[in-house]
């Protein structure tokens, strides 16, 4: 069974540029999340998709995020424009179903710098 | 709000002797609790999960957990340590309630095998 895949693995940008995260989740996932993992620090949610629905948005500071999973399927994260603080590992996540007991399944992630 | 302490962010132990990771969690209803692992530039694994079953909780590698209720305590555990156990370990929990059951990392302890 294929993973969560992720791309790009690394990029690096200057502030104010836009970037963006594309995430394909595991066959047949309904839920996929997205997690911003700041150096040192555990992942923290930015935003979880039951199908191409949105479940909980409310740690996404929507004023430069913004995401979408359109057909239920892919889900790409964009930023725009980035600040330094927004360097960080992004990582998707994806669970067969929506609940807090399924195991989500984790992608190896984006790395961004912002310089 | 629910959370979860990591204490030490660093633990170093020989190889072949016990692994003992600690974690305590805050959360105002009985809550689901995992252990998480990450290789460099991987992706997070899930190593077990807490879902009110048994109190003592196997999981994959060797590696096993308590919950200790008037602790507010999942402590992680493996009898003899190997090399291939150097990671960084997350625990996480997650409300029981129906609805927004978003999983909340903690900072992380850096596992490194002395051989």
């Known amino acids: 069974e294929a993973g969560v895949a992720q791309s790009p693995r690394y990029k690096i940008i200057e502030k104010r540029q836009s970037v963006a995260f594309w995430c394909n989740p595991i066959?047949?996932?309904?839920?996929l999340y997205w997690y911003q993992q700041i150096l040192g620090q555990g992942p923290k949610l930015l935003i979880q998709?039951?199908?191409?629905?949105?479940?909980?948005d409310s740690q996404l500071p929507k004023d430069r995020f913004s995401a979408e999973r359109l057909k239920g399927v892919d889900s790409t994260l964009k930023i725009q424009p980035a600040k330094l603080e927004d360097s960080a590992v992004y990582l998707c996540?994806?669970?067969?179903?929506?609940?807090?007991?399924?195991?989500?399944?984790f992608g190896p992630g984006t790395r961004l710098t912002v310089l | 709000a629910q959370s979860v302490t990591q204490l030490g962010s660093h633990v170093s132990v020989s190889e072949g002797a016990l692994v003992l990771l600690r974690c305590n969690y805050s959360?105002?209803?009985?809550?689901?609790l995992f252990w998480y692992v990450q290789y460099p530039n991987q992706g997070l694994q899930l190593l077990l999960k807490?879902?009110?079953?048994?109190?003592l909780v196997k999981g994959i590698n060797g590696f096993e957990a308590e919950f200790k209720k008037s602790e507010t305590s999942f402590h992680l555990t493996k009898p003899s340590a190997h090399m291939s156990d150097a990671a960084e370990y997350f625990c996480?929990?997650?409300?029981?309630?129906?609805?927004?059951?978003?999983?909340?990392f903690g900072t992380g302890t850096r596992l490194t095998i002395i051989p």
């Open positions: 066959s047949g996932h309904a839920t």
């Open positions: 996480a929990v997650s409300d029981r309630g129906f609805g927004n059951e978003k999983l909340t």
């Open positions: 998709f039951q199908n191409n629905g949105v479940v909980d």
């Open positions: 996540a994806s669970s067969l179903v929506w609940g807090s007991t399924d195991t989500q399944y």
């Open positions: 807490y879902t009110s079953a048994a109190t």
């Open positions: 959360s105002s209803v009985p809550p689901y």
